[in-house]
């Protein structure tokens, strides 16, 4: 997969109030998607490109499936399932709580940011979080710190 040289930046007023889904991993590898349901207060390193954001996006919806739905909670995280089926950890923002996701679902193996193309693995090196993929509750700062809850 090409990813163009040049990098377009998003800026906090265009994801204000709409779906905005970004990356990050842990020190572990491990991959995750974040649905920020509008929620600007996201980590300033996601919004470097919107071409790399659009690439690792790509490249996760376009992996095959390897194993069953995993959400925990089930219910209405059942239809957020399809990252997680493909290996990536799936959070969602808690409405009415800046930068606060909630695990929706959890891949049994997730992938690594090994398996991703170069340009990939360092953007999303630029958003690797403290604390491991699969913490229950994640309060993620815009500067890239995070913190349990």
């Not at 071409?51 to 690792?56: C, G, M």
């Not at 909670?73 to 808690?94: I, K, M, N, S």
């Not at 604390?131 to 700062?141: A, E, K, M, S, Y």
Request: hydrophobic share 35%; glycine share 10%.
């Amino acid at each position: 997969m090409s990813v163009p040289g040049e990098h377009t930046v998003i800026t906090r007023e265009e994801i204000t109030g709409v779906e905005f889904d970004w990356f990050a991993t842990d020190e572990r590898g491990h991959v995750a998607q974040f649905l920020a349901a509008g929620d600007p207060h996201v980590p300033e390193a996601a919004l470097a490109s919107e071409e790399l954001l659009e690439a690792v996006h790509v490249w996760i919806d376009t992996r095959p499936e390897r194993e069953e739905p995993n959400a925990p909670a089930g219910g209405f995280d059942d239809h957020l399932t399809p990252p997680q089926r493909r290996g990536a950890y799936v959070y969602d923002h808690v409405p009415g709580e800046p930068g606060v996701y909630r695990l929706v679902a959890a891949p049994r193996t997730p992938i690594g940011l090994s398996e991703m193309p170069g340009p990939m693995q360092a953007y999303l090196r630029t958003l690797t979080l403290s604390l491991p993929l699969g913490t229950p509750r994640l309060r993620v700062h815009e500067d890239g710190g995070v913190e349990e809850g």
